[in-house]
């Protein structure tokens, strides 16, 4: 075995064990951050901030550009969005 795999296979067992490691955390942030962005959403009116323009881009998989009012007060409230 050349050091060149060595290298490579230690590289890979620990990025292995750091994702499963930090993919816990990421999911209990992913919900913190869910939890704060529909609050920010519920409470105000379109244009958002582009960081939680973003996120609702995400969420209705839609262009931010293309999102409606309607569509985000159909969101807040759990209500399916038409396509």
């Known amino acids: 075995m050349g050091s ?6 230690q590289r890979q067992s ?5 994702r499963l490691r930090n993919g816990k955390l990421k999911v209990k942030e992913r919900a913190r951050r ?3 962005m529909l609050t920010m959403v519920k409470g ?4 958002f901030i582009p960081t939680i323009m973003s996120w609702l881009s995400t969420k209705l998989d839609k262009p931010s ?4 009012q309607e569509e985000v007060d159909q969101f807040t ?3 399916a969005v038409p396509a």
């Open 77 to 79: 409230k759990g209500e």
């Open 44 to 47: 105000g009116k379109l244009p």
């Open 65 to 68: 550009r293309l999102i409606t």
């Open 4 to 9: 060149r795999r060595i290298r490579r296979d």
């Open 14 to 18: 620990d990025m292995k064990e750091s």
């Open 34 to 36: 869910d939890a704060r």
